[in-house]
């Protein structure tokens, strides 16, 4: 990861058209210097993995091309914000990257090892503003012994809630007010895409400098057992995360994250359903939700939740 990250209108503005995210979109260009950004939730992770010269899949013009996973074999698994203070337009902000927990466990293909980042991204006052929490997994040795459990979530990321029933809310309008209206169990589902296609995946690549060949390359897809070019996992987020912000508002978004259950090719439908999972009345500030993404033949590509401020009346 880069060092620093320059909150800048025209990559807010590009970030949100690639993924769909019409009110940070507008607000990008006209937002002063100083006044609280409309960020997409995923933006800070995405636009400084750009800023890294470092990162291998992230090539020059002209260099070798790197292998599906990089040269370490590590799928990016899941990946966690936590919203914590308004991003001021037009700061610089310093990213602060510590290696987190790791862990293992059996897979039906074999011992998968698992390994966290913890992503602070910092103010001038030091103060942590947004906290990414990526979780990569690689094919590992076959353990000794049993296989270790998978460590609970840490006490700042709330666990993903159980799968609700989903029943359609009848008077559901965008907006964050209409909260009010939901019991626990209601969802909403929208199409985030018909048809996902090329030049979505190939705006996307440019925007954030993911080029890696997986995602533009029919023939290193098919290699890698899909039938053709994949999309990136950040993108299906940040097409789901644009439904949530669109029906709660960004600025009422705490936390936000998930897993990618699945890959999400070029022509695929993709819809998302967001449900109320949990709330207290009169005790939490907050309302969590389940936040789900699937393909249109039905198979899950995101399973993640989202914690929102409670709306005022």
Same mark, same amino acid.
């Given at each position: 990861?880069?060092? &620093? ?34 960020? /997409? ?32 074999? +590590? ?34 293909? $074999? ?25 990569? @997994?690689?094919?590992?040795? /076959? ?17 993903? /809630? ?75 987020? $940040? ?17 936000? $994250? ?28 907050? @309302?969590?939700?389940? @936040?789900?993404?699937? &393909? ?10 989202? +914690? @929102? ?5």
């Amino acid at each position: 990861m880069p060092s &620093r990250l320059p909150v800048e209108p025209g990559l807010v503005h590009l970030l949100a058209r690639a993924v769909g995210d019409e009110a940070a979109a507008r607000d990008a260009l006209a937002t002063a210097p100083g006044q609280a950004a409309t960020l /997409p939730l995923t933006w800070t992770r995405a636009m400084a993995e750009h800023f890294d010269d470092a990162d291998e899949l992230r090539a020059w013009p002209g260099g070798a091309p790197t292998p599906v996973g990089g040269s370490t074999g +590590q799928l990016h698994a899941e990946q966690h914000f936590e919203l914590l203070r308004p991003v001021p337009m037009g700061t610089t902000l310093s990213v602060r990257t510590e290696a987190g927990r790791t862990w293992h466990r059996e897979g039906r293909s $074999g011992a998968l090892e698992f390994a966290e980042l913890v992503t602070d991204f910092v103010d001038d006052h030091g103060e942590v503003l947004v906290r990414s929490r990526k979780v990569g @997994v690689r094919r590992g040795p /076959p353990a000794a012994g049993p296989p270790a459990a998978s460590p609970a979530p840490p006490r700042h990321e709330p666990a993903t /809630p159980p799968p609700t029933e989903q029943r359609e809310h009848p008077a559901l309008r965008p907006g964050a007010r209409d909260l009010w209206g939901w019991g626990v169990g209601d969802a909403h589902t929208a199409c985030l895409t018909p048809v996902l296609t090329r030049a979505d995946v190939a705006r996307y690549a440019g925007v954030t400098g993911d080029v890696n060949l997986v995602h533009v390359d029919d023939t290193v897809a098919l290699r890698a057992g899909h039938p053709r070019v994949l999309a990136h996992g950040m993108l299906t987020m $940040g097409l789901t995360a644009s439904h949530l912000t669109a029906l709660v508002g960004h600025h009422r978004v705490r936390r936000f $994250g998930g897993r990618f259950a699945a890959p999400v090719l070029v022509d695929d439908r993709l819809d998302c359903t967001v449900g109320l999972a949990r709330l207290d009345d009169e005790v939490s500030p907050w @309302v969590d939700l389940t @936040v789900e993404t699937r &393909r249109g033949d039905g198979t899950a590509v995101f399973l993640g939740a989202a +914690q @929102v401020d409670r709306p005022g009346p």
